[in-house]
Structure formats: C-alpha cells, structure tokens
Nanobody, 124 residues
Framework: QLQLVESGGGLVQPGGSLRLSCAAS????????IGWFRQAPGKEREGVSC????????NLADSVKGRFTISRDNAKNTVYLQMNSLKPEDTAVYYC?????????????????WGQGTQVTVSS
C-alpha cells in the first residue's frame, strides 16, 4: 500500500520546538518534491514549506521563515520539518504531500498524494 505517514506532532508551549517527519511506505520519495501544508480550524489549507527531490531547492512561507527548516533523508525515505520558536498561530494539522518530479511550489493543487496529518498545538 502506498502511503505517507506524518508524525512528531503534539502539544508544545510557545517558544518550543517540534520536528515533524513524513515517511513514505510502498514507494520511494527519491523522485518527488515534498510539500508541507497546514490547516487551522476554520481556515484554508496553506503551504508551509517544500523541498525538491534532490534537496537542492527549498521554499518557506514568509510566516515561518527563520523558524522552520525543511530537510530530507532519501536513504530513510523521510522528509523532516524542524519547527522552532513556535507560536500559538502555528497551531494546525500539518500534512505532507508529494509532487512527482515537480518544482518546489507551495500550492496544494500541485500535489497528489497526501498523508493523514499530524496535530500541532502551541499553547501555554
């Protein structure tokens, strides 16, 4: 079965850190651009970050620049989102998604396979 599985979410205090993982099973991520998206209650899904298949190209939303970092380990078939200096407004369900051989863009319509999401809650 081909699937993406996100993990690493949880409850963290403002200023804290989390590292999200996006692991693929049943297929290799080598040829895929990976995007991270998030959706807060009552809001539309928004792009957070993306990384090209080889890792040479990355992109971050303005709201997370300087705080989040995206990386990938193709040997482990996993992509990571390191989130530091978390703020309450980062609270959302975070999703990863794949785009076959595509450019690193943060438009959800360009991605075709999605994980189930992991909840991130930033609260004191």
């Amino acid at each position: 079965q081909l699937q993406l599985v996100e993990s690493g979410g949880g409850l963290v205090q403002p200023g804290g850190s989390l590292r999200l993982s996006c692991a693929a099973s049943g297929f290799t991520l080598d040829y895929y651009t990976i995007g991270w998206f998030r959706q807060a209650p009552g809001k539309e899904r928004e792009g957070v970050s993306c990384i090209s298949s080889g890792g040479s190209s990355t992109n971050l939303a303005d709201s997370v620049k300087g705080r989040f970092t995206i990386s990938r380990d193709n040997a482990k078939n996993t992509v990571y989102l390191q989130m530091n200096s978390l703020k309450p407004e980062d609270t959302a369900v975070y999703y990863c998604a794949t785009r076959y051989r595509g450019m690193c863009v943060m438009t959800s319509a360009n991605y075709d396979r999605w994980g189930q999401g992991t909840q991130v809650t930033v609260s004191s």
